[in-house]
């Protein structure tokens, strides 16, 4: 529990939401490719992207960087040898943490940071947490984390949604929807760490980024040039 506190903040926390068009990600992903990585997702590169602004947001009232966990939530099911059935109920899943000590990382070097980190996550990793001894092995893991970054202070945690598949095909009997959204914060004082979630659009070919930040954290994110290059702030859900 002390590891989880350890990275929230408190205050006025607001939600907004960043739209990727199918043609900004197809350029993010021409300008992330490199010698590790040839092929990047969707997702990480809209990952890479937001992760560069949120941290100089959150980093500017301390007036220098700050070591960050840029914190993935992964799927394990896909990761254990033979994969997991995706129909099984609960989430399985297990949170990667990549450390960020340069917000200025260009978006090539940071898609393959997070590349790496995932790709730990093995089957033989997934087999590690299996058994008798598993729940003991998952929190020595954890453990072994915290304290060799007891530096780290910040972390932004990151969620990708856009391997569900069926949102938009739900009729509970009055027709399909024609916007799937997730729940946010309106200015309300809580605390938390920083999240985004990550949902497809309704054509499924580009992202929508719900960014969960402090106002005053939001208030610098939505004027970032390099943002707004690539992506649209809260369009209208019905173009």
Known sequence: MRLRYRFCRTGRFVTKRFVFEAKAIAELKARAISSSV???????????????????????KSGSHKPTFLTHAVNLHRKAKPPLS???????????NTLCT??????????????????????D??????????????????KDEAEVYTEVKDRILFTGWCSFKGFYD???????????????FGGSTISIYPYIVLMNTRLGDGIEA????????????????QLLAFAT??????G
């Open 170 to 184: 739900i009729n509970f009997g009055w027709g399909k929807p024609i916007w799937v959204s997730v729940a946010g």
């Open 210 to 225: 719900w960014v969960n930040l402090l106002e005053d954290d939001v208030n610098l994110l939505q004027v970032d040039k």
């Open 125 to 142: 990793f997934v087999k590690s947490l299996q058994g008798a001894g598993g729940f003991r092995n998952l929190c020595q893991e954890i």
């Open 86 to 96: 995706e129909h099984l109920v609960g989430n399985i899943i297990y949170y990667v």
């Open 233 to 238: 702030l809260d369009p209208s859900p019905l």
């Open 38 to 60: 040839q092929n990047p997702t969707r997702v990480e590169v809209v990952l890479a992207l937001l992760a560069k602004p949120i941290m100089a947001a959150v980093n500017t």
């Open 102 to 123: 340069d917000d200025d990382v260009e978006i090539d070097d940071l898609v393959c940071q997070l590349r790496e980190a995932i790709t730990r996550l093995n089957g």
